[in-house]
């Protein structure tokens, strides 16, 4: 059967030029050419096996990913990798690790708040891996509150020193990547106190371990804070806890391009406006999207090759079953995830641009647009984490049974993915942020304050609280000015509503608290209309390639009136539109997804991922399903022995009826 | 720290008698001290220690278990427990084993579908486990669709025997628990071929391995299929791979209870009625319903508690920050969860009497009911189930990120509770199933014939069809009637709906086909409407104890208006309430959740499971979480050194820039 393509006939039904839309994915023609490179050199090299991984004891997994990330960082050197170049590499590795935090965190923090003089000093060193750094914020009872931070930082003017301590059992840092067992730094956060006085949190550059023989430094103790979700996954990284007995740091190894100390022990702002720090985040949350379109899109491979591998019921002429994917059931939960798929990819496309836009005004010192960068980004992060999360486990139950195999790859893919939904902003934190952005627009808008960016259409709140959608049949809302205006009602409404109610207590923060749930929709509601409007305006420019543009149109519609099924509360409660037209959208949707059908196989292959890198037998390329998953079970540890370990205790002795004597 | 009480505020506030609510959650106060008595006994053997879970590796895991399932059943001999503590025994384990199938599915299938002379042969062995049985039906190419099976049993005149064969790859059997390393035999679903005519599915026994060295017999080759989602979780289980080659079994091993093969390989049908047999299906969907409420109370008994321990923000006089449970965006995800909780409980009750209600009937020869009892069953299975794990993975997120960690327990609960929603029938193949009942039920309307049972509302169709909700203020939402009244309609017009839609098919099997999504919509209607409804008439019995009816007034009302907001697009567009109603449903259950508040912690605690049972540091029952987290990270065999395995071949060099040589 090797060799044979099980899903050929499939593939053969496409519409559309797969290669031009692998551009369009990957980004460009040079981004798919990279990737497509990489992908390749990944999945030849033996070291970057990872099909074994969900086996592994902890500690061997942890010791196969210090050979991984070593033999990265190798290759990267004698291939003479571009920073692009290494970066795939990094991605197509997939597996958790500490340099994930060394390169995105410790260096980008150093990069950001660090005076150039720390940035000579430190960056050079850093750049080379002769220390390893880690990102040390997080605490065992301080999570998304950053001033509630307990660590102390307390600056000793004699010395000229900082004396970093952990007053308290919650004070101890809990969660930071590579600290646990690897890293030798730490950018350490910590509340500033000089002279009795309490400066707020900062950050710290801490030597955590010695470089001759990596033991931890007098007053230092650390560890890795043990097992977390699944098997595989995160458990590849040293999550670590980390706790100060007074450890002493050289004044300069604070962090000081926004608040300096000096030798007085005075606290002085610098003349660099702490707005500055924001493009850092922006930058973070955007990468938190792009990946968030990498794994939902992963996941979406696997459930479409396999649904139309898998028959079940039903039959054709030639007698054998029909294939899943068939099934209406199956199209209505599953097209929406492909569009889905698509649709963060775009809006984590425009997040790229709204970064470089973000620093060009920062760097002219315009921070006008800031607040609504910073709340769109937060949305978005919140929106497209915790839909990808939810929509891995949707794709694997619609694998049926066989999802719940590791060899299937999902259940590895979820764990390793859902604490996207928390790090970088708890998802819910983050909505409560947008909804307070929210809030103050409307509140503005009397005075004539123009919204700006993603807020612009709140410009039009007359127009949007009395408009009705005009559609009449179900093929008015493929529109692309139905559906903006039907999201643009809804999000509008929903925010007014909430400002509204919140406008009746006394105490603003008291409504504000008591209302929450309402806003954390509003939130959404005003981030699923970003999400839409930036697929349609992608769809503005010119997309070439046979029937590519046509896909991406179906895909746009998908994603778009599976919202608005999904969320038919909203749309109707507000009156953004009559059940009526929801109906009529229903009908649209399941035409939609027939049009879908005949190139979905075609839609996740243009995703251009290697076997290797899917780590999936149900979503092998080949299809060839079930002679793989009889040959992978037979590769478990219970098949060393064809008798199991423990028949002879605790088999035997019941069968034999002589388990009253066994000693257990 | 050690006995110190960290809830013991949280506990002082509680509204209502504790106790008395154990009894109700328990069903009697004869199962409270039952279940409190062994829940003890479990606790406190060591051989039942179940906190390093995830840290060992399968084959250790695996001879963990069979320690477990041989301790279990040397106690219940040694103990003389009765049935009832013997179950509560197995279910404190809370590690799932072969023994879980050979009780639950080898044993009864045998009662039900075996004649009383195979009854006399086999159940004796097998209830002193002299033999070790499992159930074999699904295979690697055929799960659902049982009729689709491909082993094959093909009578052999000659010797009376019959010949059971697997002739193609996708004809292993896979998946059945038990089967990989343990059983002795199995009851294997087979097409019965008699003269060359395939007369369809019919179980056989037949033995697997040697009662003397536990060797595979010959013709037969069986192993374990490999890891499954999860650490610990259900690789506990020796889920089987199973293959015939020509392996010979006397006639008399088929079931022969409903049909029977003649010496003569004739095929007949005995005079006991085939539906008898859905009894069974009967009894094993209940159990599944209470095990529903059984994991989702466990999840949400770790997230409540944790929820009261866990501050963050905000800061109350003292300048403490405010605890997770007091904001609204938490009360808002958790409540509804505590109140399913309860719910699935109180439905799950019901269905025991169900089925003592069904086995009367078919005793009697009366089938009347059985397709009604039949649908509600399924429907409840997948709604209960799905809900459930859709919860845990909430309570998870709830918990911040150190839900994340295996020793908060929920990600071991959610991967070994999520099968559930694919065994025993798929859940979205089940809701399919209650549809087409539905619409049978719909259209048999109009002839006259009364619907019984759960589907009785629809014997009111006219009314329901018509009716508008006279919700005129918040309070009238806590009027059962309005509720009831409210879901009615809703899930009665959703019905109707979709009879009207299907009846513009000229095809019904196509129209049924193309629109199953909107037709599994209407049976999710239907089910949650017989879970409303089943909750609103245990309220109507009598139940002591102070304020104990009370709370599960206001349970009662959390679970049923947290659907409305949930399903909202259900209840606007079919006209069954207003916008208007449904935003007075929204500020009643706020207020709801305020009045939940001060007895969250009491209402789980009446759960009554120990900390072994949990098995969650974020869920203690004495809410010292921090000291027992950091306490635990040191246990991971991460920390057994300072310096990590693998440091001089793949950390050092790399800092000391000398990978270039080094061997990876």
Not at 332 to 357: C, I, N
Not at 358 to 381: I, M, R, W, Y
Request: glycine fraction near 6%; hydrophobic fraction near 40%.
């Amino acid at each position: 059967m090797e060799g044979v393509d099980h899903l050929a006939l499939e593939r053969s039904k496409t519409q559309f030029d797969v290669d031009q839309m692998k551009v369009v994915w990957a980004g460009s023609r040079h981004a798919l050419d990279v990737s497509d490179r990489i992908g390749r050199l990944v999945a030849s090299d033996p070291v970057f096996k990872k099909d074994n991984r969900a086996m592994l004891s902890r500690k061997d997994l942890f010791k196969d990913t210090l050979r991984k990330a070593a033999h990265v960082w190798k290759r990267i050197n004698e291939l003479k990798l571009t920073e692009e170049e290494a970066s795939r590499l990094r991605f197509f590795i997939d597996q958790p690790s500490y340099m994930d935090l060394h390169w995105g965190m410790f260096i980008p923090v150093i990069k950001g708040s660090g005076t150039e003089e720390q940035q000579k000093k430190w960056l050079p060193i850093a750049y080379k891996m002769q220390i390893i750094g880690c990102y040390a914020q997080t605490e065992l009872g301080h999570g998304s509150n950053v001033q509630g931070l307990e660590t102390t930082a307390t600056f000793d003017p004699k010395t000229d020193e900082f004396v970093i301590n952990s007053p308290t059992l919650t004070s101890s840092k809990w969660w930071p990547g590579g600290l646990g067992k690897v890293s030798t730094h730490a950018v350490v956060f910590a509340r500033l106190i000089t002279d009795g006085q309490d400066h707020g949190v900062n950050g710290f550059i801490v030597q955590l371990r010695s470089l001759d023989d990596h033991l931890p430094l007098p007053g230092v103790t650390v560890g890795d804070i043990g097992m977390k979700f699944g098997s595989g996954a995160y458990n590849s990284m040293d999550n670590g806890v980390l706790r100060f007995d007074h450890v002493r740091i050289p004044r300069d190894q604070m962090l000081m391009r926004v608040s300096q100390v000096t030798r007085e022990g005075k606290v002085v702002l610098s003349n660099v406006p702490r707005q500055l720090l924001y493009g850092t985040m922006v930058f973070v949350r955007q990468t938190i999207v792009a990946d968030a379109s990498s794994a939902l899109s992963r996941a979406v491979c696997i459930a479409t090759r396999y649904s139309a591998v898998r028959r079940q019921f039903g039959s054709n002429d030639s007698g054998v079953e029909t294939q899943v994917i068939d099934y209406k059931t199956q199209q209505s939960r599953l097209f929406p995830l492909l569009a889905s798929a698509y649709a963060f990819r775009f809006v984590g496309e425009w997040l790229k641009w709204l970064y470089t836009d973000v620093t060009q005004k920062l760097q002219a010192n315009d921070f006008s647009t800031l607040p609504e960068a910073h709340a769109c980004t937060a949305g978005l992060k919140s929106l497209t984490t915790s839909a990808t999360a939810d929509a891995i486990e949707e794709c694997r139950k619609l694998c049926g049974g066989h999802g719940y195999l590791s060899s299937s790859g999902l259940p590895e893919l979820f764990a390793v993915y859902i604490p996207a939904c928390t790090y970088e902003g708890d998802n819910i934190v983050l909505l409560l942020q947008v909804a307070r952005f929210l809030m103050k627009t409307v509140s503005q808008l009397p005075s004539g304050k123009k919204p700006v960016g993603t807020t612009s259409y709140m410009g039009r709140a007359e127009q949007l609280l009395q408009s009705r959608s005009n559609v009449q049949k179900a093929e008015d809302w493929l529109k692309p000015s139905v559906i903006l205006e039907a999201f643009e009602a809804r999000a509008m409404r929903m925010s007014v509503a909430c400002a509204k109610d919140l406008s009746k207590f006394a105490n603003p923060e008291e409504g504000f608290a008591e209302l929450s749930p309402n806003l954390v929709d509003a939130a959404v509601a005003h981030c699923q209309l970003i999400v839409v409007s930036k697929f349609i305006e992608k769809l503005q420019q010119d997309i070439p390639g046979k029937g590519v543009k046509e896909q991406l149109q179906i895909l746009c519609n998908v994603y778009a009136l599976f919202l608005v099924h999904k969320h038919l509360g909203d749309f109707l409660s507000t009156g953004s539109i009559t059940a009526k037209q929801a109906s009529l959208a229903n009908d649209q949707l399941r035409s939609l997804y027939s049009q879908v059908r005949p190139n979905a196989i075609a839609l996740v292959d243009a995703f251009n991922y290697t076997d290797h890198y899917l780590s999936s037998i149900l979503g092998r390329y080949d299809g060839n399903v079930y002679a793989k998953l009889y040959e992978e079970a037979w590769k478990d540890p219970l098949n060393d022995t064809v008798v199991p370990e423990g028949y002879r205790e605790y088999i035997q002795p019941l069968l034999k009826q002589q388990l009253r004597n066994a000693r257990l």
